[in-house]
């Protein structure tokens, strides 16, 4: 297979397994079938064919994303000292100072009826600042000052900040900004794990190079045409599916909360970092190796509820409700036909495919 690196052995470290190295850290990588769309149009003796053939084998439409173990690549390690797991969400402050938003807000946030009080207070907002500047006695003393205030901020986003700065140094007096906390989105989650490995004998050195190997190689994006001096794109690099297991089963058989398919960031090895000392055949008798993971997609609320149902917490998800997105089936090609003037990709007169 193209995208193993291994020869499709797992690998495992420590290689010697006892009670004691039960507990691991599974890191499998994944393949990503991107999605794409599927046409197959009618035949014909000239021009263009724009209706799409409905005697076909071909399965018409978009097909989903498919996400896919590569056999063997795989490494089991044992559990790290520690596993910090950080769950962050976006939020932002939103200030109210011009008289409109403020009337507005606490319309809906009282209940009011929204759409008179913002007339009304585009009303006298305007009419305050007339007043204010005409010498009138509507308004007086700070309460006039801060009126011109907040009209003046209506200037300001103009461009002209001038007139609101002026208002309020020679007014001494600031517009109160309401500032209210605004719920952004969530952020991708990132995780860090740092293993220590001690090789004992010349297999387990050996191990602990190809666990390294395994790791860069699909941490690194295809080049777009493979094998060439200059490329034009880059094909996205493998995703894993990371699961600590406890080795205990039952409730507890995962260690901490479930991880969604993650790309690797950055690796970091460090050889023989407190020792200079090497084994008989050159090789290091301590690594140090830490690889840090963000997760491919953000979580939802659903993510949290599905963590003990690691088939739908892993789940692609179904069509959007409402559409004609075939987004819950795999399309499957027809095997071409041997016979002289069959297109090979649709197995008929014709047609199209169109995605990889």
Same mark, same amino acid.
């Given at each position: 297979?193209?995208?193993?690196?291994?020869?499709?052995?797992?690998?495992?470290?420590?290689?010697?397994?006892?009670?004691?190295?039960?507990?691991?850290?599974?890191?499998?990588?994944?393949?990503?079938?991107?999605?794409?769309?599927?046409?197959?149009?009618?035949?014909?003796?000239?021009?263009?064919?724009?209706?799409?053939?409905?005697?076909?084998?071909?399965?018409?439409?978009?097909?989903?994303?498919?996400?896919?173990?590569?056999?063997?690549?795989?490494?089991?390690?044992?559990?790290?000292?520690?596993?910090?797991?950080?769950?962050?969400?976006?939020?932002?402050?939103?200030?109210?100072?011009?008289?409109?938003?403020?009337?507005?807000?606490?319309?809906?946030?009282?209940?009011?009826?929204?759409?008179?009080?913002?007339?009304?207070?585009?009303?006298? +907002? $305007?009419? #305050?600042?007339?007043? *204010?500047?005409?010498?009138? !006695?509507? =308004?007086?003393?700070?309460?006039?000052?801060?009126? %011109?205030?907040?009209?003046?901020?209506?200037?300001?986003?103009?461009?002209?900040?001038?007139?609101?700065?002026?208002?309020?140094?020679?007014?001494?007096?600031?517009?109160?900004?309401?500032?209210?906390?605004?719920? +952004? $989105?969530? #952020?991708?989650?990132? *995780?860090?794990?740092?293993? !220590?490995? =001690?090789?004992?004998?010349?297999?387990?050195?050996? %191990?602990?190079?190809?666990?390294?190997?395994?790791?860069?190689?699909?941490?690194?994006?295809?080049?777009?045409?493979?094998?060439?001096?200059?490329?034009?794109?880059?094909?996205?690099?493998?995703?894993?599916?990371?699961?600590?297991? #406890?080795?205990?089963?039952?409730?507890?058989?995962?260690?901490?909360?479930?991880?969604?398919?993650?790309?690797?960031?950055?690796?970091?090895?460090?050889?023989?970092?407190?020792?200079?000392?090497?084994?008989?055949?050159?090789?290091?008798?301590?690594?140090?190796?830490?690889?840090?993971?963000?997760?491919?997609?953000?979580?939802?609320?659903?993510?949290?509820?599905?963590?003990?149902?690691?088939?739908?917490?892993?789940?692609?998800?179904?069509?959007?409700?409402?559409?004609?997105?075939?987004?819950?089936?795999?399309?499957?090609?027809?095997?071409?036909?041997?016979?002289?003037?069959?297109?090979?990709?649709?197995?008929?007169?014709?047609?199209?495919?169109?995605?990889?």
């Amino acid at each position: 297979m193209a995208n193993q690196i291994n020869g499709g052995t797992p690998l495992r470290f420590p290689i010697d397994h006892s009670p004691f190295h039960r507990s691991m850290v599974k890191f499998q990588a994944m393949k990503v079938d991107p999605p794409g769309l599927n046409l197959k149009f009618k035949p014909v003796e000239s021009g263009v064919s724009t209706g799409l053939d409905q005697n076909t084998d071909l399965e018409q439409g978009f097909r989903k994303v498919d996400i896919n173990p590569i056999d063997g690549d795989v490494a089991n390690i044992h559990l790290p000292m520690s596993f910090a797991v950080n769950d962050n969400l976006e939020y932002s402050g939103a200030d109210f100072k011009m008289g409109a938003t403020i009337a507005a807000a606490s319309a809906f946030e009282q209940g009011n009826d929204a759409g008179a009080a913002v007339v009304r207070a585009i009303k006298e +907002t $305007g009419k #305050s600042f007339l007043d *204010f500047f005409q010498g009138q !006695k509507a =308004l007086t003393g700070t309460a006039a000052t801060l009126s %011109a205030l907040r009209a003046g901020e209506a200037f300001a986003a103009l461009g002209a900040s001038g007139i609101s700065n002026t208002l309020s140094v020679v007014g001494r007096v600031a517009l109160h900004p309401n500032i209210r906390n605004r719920f +952004t $989105g969530v #952020s991708l989650r990132s *995780f860090t794990f740092a293993f !220590k490995f =001690l090789p004992k004998s010349r297999r387990e050195s050996e %191990a602990v190079k190809k666990i390294v190997k395994f790791f860069r190689y699909h941490a690194y994006p295809q080049q777009i045409p493979p094998n060439t001096s200059f490329g034009i794109g880059y094909e996205y690099p493998s995703l894993f599916k990371i699961q600590l297991l #406890s080795g205990a089963g039952g409730m507890f058989e995962h260690v901490g909360t479930p991880i969604k398919f993650s790309y690797l960031r950055s690796i970091s090895t460090n050889y023989n970092p407190t020792t200079p000392v090497l084994h008989d055949d050159g090789s290091p008798t301590e690594v140090d190796l830490s690889l840090s993971f963000t997760e491919y997609k953000t979580l939802h609320r659903e993510d949290i509820v599905n963590e003990d149902n690691l088939e739908k917490f892993y789940d692609q998800g179904g069509a959007l409700a409402g559409t004609n997105l075939n987004t819950t089936k795999t399309t499957t090609l027809k095997a071409p036909a041997t016979n002289t003037g069959v297109n090979e990709l649709t197995g008929g007169p014709g047609g199209t495919m169109i995605g990889p």
